[in-house]
């Protein structure tokens, strides 16, 4: 089962324009990662921010993490038509010890960068 | 250095067969993870593998294992197979043992079922 859930499910916007988007989760975690997937393809990393941390920057992404209200959000500035894929927050879920690999992701946000 | 390959890309089984996939890690990672990948439900934790031992798994039934070897190198099997579980398998490797070392992913093996 899917333990977050992403906000919105569709972000459609021009080139040069932000993009942001939000993601919630329900347990208690070690680490929120974000990743990027194009069509049909693997995932790639993009940031890990830790449970510990309430902002993380890598380039034109910015990551913000708010274990109080157990949600994150993801902007990526100045959008290019490159940015077009399925970006995918995962938790690593913290139940005592270490989750070995085991990731939970939300359903994604499907965003298109217009030219 | 060459990133997280698996094989076959695509595979097409009949309803009751078993299947075969293969993960090669990153050179150095050790850690070997799979999830399978569906429209309906997501991406979807099977398990992982470390030095050859299964440390963790996700809410499958029996008829999903998987192993490694000493090189690392992975395999998982669907015996049985159906329709329900075309998919996008894919793998990923990581360098550390804890939580906080990002997953590398593979583009996975898509298995049509028929």
């Known amino acids: 089962s899917q333990q977050g859930e992403e906000d919105p499910q569709a972000l459609s916007i021009q080139e040069g324009e932000n993009a942001t988007m939000n993601c919630s989760y329900k347990?208690?975690?070690?680490?929120l990662q974000w990743y990027r997937q194009n069509s049909g393809r693997g995932l790639v990393h993009l940031i890990l921010i830790r449970s510990n941390e309430r902002e993380k920057h890598s380039g034109r992404l910015r990551v913000t993490l708010d274990t109080s209200k157990k949600s994150s959000s993801l902007l990526i500035t100045a959008s290019r038509a490159a940015d077009t894929a399925s970006y995918f927050c995962?938790?690593?879920?913290?139940?005592?010890?270490?989750?070995?690999?085991?990731?939970?992701f939300g359903q994604g946000t499907i965003l298109t960068v217009h030219p | 250095k060459a990133g997280v390959t698996q094989t076959p890309r695509y595979l097409i089984k009949t309803r009751g067969q078993q299947v075969t996939l293969s993960c090669s890690p990153i050179s150095g990672h050790r850690s070997v993870s799979w999830y399978q990948q569906t429209p309906g439900q997501g991406l979807q934790f099977l398990f992982e593998y470390f030095s050859e031992t299964q440390r963790n798994k996700g809410n499958f039934p029996g008829r999903f294992s998987g192993r490694q070897f000493s090189n690392s190198r992975s395999e998982m099997n669907v015996s049985t197979l159906e329709l329900g579980d075309s998919a996008l398998y894919l793998c990923?490797?990581?360098?550390?043992?804890?939580?906080?070392?990002?997953?590398?992913f593979g583009n996975g093996t898509r298995l049509t079922v028929t």
């Open positions: 995962a938790t690593a879920a913290n139940a005592g010890g270490t989750s070995y690999g085991k990731l939970t």
């Open positions: 990923a490797s990581s360098l550390e043992q804890g939580d906080n070392s990002p997953l590398h």
């Open positions: 347990t208690s975690i070690n680490n």
